[in-house]
Structures are given as structure tokens and as C-alpha cells.
């Protein structure tokens, strides 16, 4: 589905990724691992073009998403994200929030839309939070208005950058289970996160990055007994101890 | 001390004057917030032609007195472009391109404000660059400079009395008229200020009211 050749980002003059390949799959759940300062995130933004990368190659569905008749919006409305901070509309409700790109970008007339949005919310469990305001949630919640934001779009593979790093703990469960369902439905996702158990149980693919690129690519069964490199055994040593 | 007896005389002469205050204010404000806002967002873009346009003008509008700026308005422009002005198109135009000025640093602070999370959530669910600034950064950029902004109308509106020096015929002027031909100064300028604090107050309670239905300062 997504193909990334030969990716560089440099930011000033630092290297942020240095010569990234890699594929992704159709209903693949990847969980991208790694230290801070790996490349991670910006990795991720590349592939929705929230970054623009600094040369290489990213094709979506065989065309080059950097060619300059390539429709940049089209792929962001298949490829949904999720975001550490949330970004929710803070001046919308939650209902509104949920609605906005239905109406603004697929044109759907508003009554649709709502209840497009409303069922989406269902599916988070927060069907009764439809008229509040984000502000009034807890983190917890305000993720999952953002996962049924994304998810609203009917996107075809969803992007979530450290979805639950901002979160108190108790509220990390709830988020990670609304995940574990997509991943079960059969979404294609691409997460970057800290969370090791989420990792093992939900991924089919484990990428663990270091320095600005890809050092292991493997199943989550052979990554978390029998990791290949030195790198990801001193990472994985420090979340056992 | 006091001659109430020209108080009736005055009082209507000040009432012609604000009608002259309030057209010139209104406009010149409205004027004054369009080139503010193009002027402050184009500051925060990444073009760096019109965004060192946008500085250059706020630098030449703030750096002069407002009453240079009229008299340079009224006096010089339309010598040197070999055009006539009106007295009254002189001073909406001063106190509009003034006002921007002012306006468009307001806009700007405001516009960064918005975290940048709400472009990136916009752009991620497919919305346009003009989705993004109509539907999620100009409203709570609205919202977070509604103080600044009605602190500089109320400027603004003060600033009009400046412009009895071109002869526009608003409030400051028709009292100062009547006050140099009937010697009634303490009674022409007390009045004159009385009107201004009302004026002034009137506003303030709306812009009050405004704010409290925006919920500035709740979060």
C-alpha cells in the first residue's frame, strides 16, 4: 500500500532519517518502537506529508506522492492520523468535531453527517459526549473524539503518533482498547508508540528504529524473545527491568 | 464661572460633530481591521515579499504621529498625485490605515497563538489551506484578540479628534469652533469631554457584554 524508498529528512543539519526503506501493507497493524530522537515520529509525518521529506521516494498505491501532480489532500483524507496532543477544535463540540471534514471535505449534507459522526462516537463509547465541549473531557476521552474524528473519514489505513504518551495512566486502557478494535476490524494502522504490551499483543509487524532509520523489522514474537541487534536488546532491557 | 446658558447652543453643534465621529470611526475601523487582518496573516506566512511589506507598512504607521500622518494625508499626498481629497475621505483613510497598523500586530500575535496542532488536524483529515484558516484558526484567533481589539476601537475612536486639524467637522472641531468665536471655552471643552466619556462608555459595556457571550477568558 505504502512504499518508502530511500527517505531522508534533514532538519537544518541534522539528519532525522537517513535512508529509510520500507513497505506497509493492506490490514497490517505495524507498531513502530524506539528510542526518543529515532526519527519515530517524523518517519510517520512523512507519510501523510505533514513533513516534507528531504529526498527519497514515498509511493501510495504505486504513485509517487512527492511528484508534483500528485493530489496531496486525496491521500490525507484515505490516510487518517491520530496525534499525541489530540488537536481537537476546541471552539466545537464533540458531535461538531466528529462532523467538520464530512461536511467540509466529502460534502455531506449536515444531518448525514451528524449522524455519521454520532455513530462514530458510538464506536469510541461516547455516544453521550456528542454536545459537550473537548475541554470538558478527560485525555482519555478527547483521544477517542480524535480516533472518531479520523475514523469518520472512512480512511483506508490510520496513522497514530504516540496516541496515548500524553495520558495518565488510567486513561492509557480505554484508549488502547478502541485500537485493539480497529486492529480487529481489520484496519490497517501504523502506530508509533511506547506502550511494549500493546505492541506484542495487537501488532502483526514491529519496526524498531534508532538514529534515523529502521534497525529491526520483524513479528512481534521474534522481536520481543530474540531481537536481532544490540540496539533494540539494550531498549527492550530497560522496559523488562 | 459657568455660563449655562450656552450649554443649548453647544449641545447641538457636538451632537453634528459626533454623527461625523461615529461615521468616520465606524468606517475607518472596518477599513482599518480588513488591512489589519490581510496585513497580520500575511506575516505569518512563509511568503517573504508580502510579509515584508506587511512590516514595512506597520514600521512607517507606527513609527509617524497620527497627526502627521493626517496632515501628510490631506496636504501633501494629493499635491505630489496632483488629486483633490475630501476632508472627510482624508480622515476615514488616516484613521483606517492607522488603526491597521495597529491591528494587523494584534492579528498576528493572535494568529500565532493557534497552536499549529490545528493545521496539522485540518490537513490530516483532507481540509484546504482556506478550510483550515476560515474553520479552525480564525475563530479562536478572533476569540483570544477580542481585549486587544476592543481596547484599539476605543482608540481608534479617540484618535478622531485629530482630525480637526484638516477641518473635518467632528466633535473636537465643532466645539473648538464654537468655543474661539463665543469665548465659552470651559463650557465647550467640558461638554466636548463629556460626550467622549459617554461614548467611550457605551462601548466599553458593549464590547464587556461581547466578550462574556464569546467566553474570553474561559477555557
Redesign the interface.
Known sequence: MIQVCSLKKQFNNIMVLDDVNIDFNTKEVTCILGPSGAGKSTFLRCL?L?EEPTAGKILYNGKNTLDENFDV??L??DV??V?Q?F?????KSVVENVM??LV??KKMPKKMAREKALEMLKKVGLSDKADVMP?TLSGGQQQRV?IA??LA?EPKMLLFDEPTSALDPELVGDVLAVMRNLAKEGMTMIVVTHEMGFAKEVADRILFMADGNVVEDASPDVFFTNPNTQRAQAFLSRFIA | MFDWSSIPIVFPKIVDGLQMTILIAVLGILAGFIIGVCAGYVRTTKSKALSSIAAFYVWIIRSTPIIVQALYIYFVIPRMLDISFNREIAGILCISINASAYISEIVRGALNEVPKGQWEAGYSLGMNKFQILFHLIFPPAFKSMLPALGNQFIITIKDTAILTVIGVAEMTYQAGQYAATSFNLVESYTLLALFYLVVISILTIVLSALERKMGVDRR
Not at chain 1, 488537536?87 to 471552539?91: A, I, Q, R, T
Open positions: 501523510n505533514l489532500r486525496q490525507r483524507e487518517g492520523m496525534f496532543h488537536n481537537l477544535f476546541p471552539l467538520l471534514a467540509l471535505v475541554h480524535a474524528r479520523a473519514m
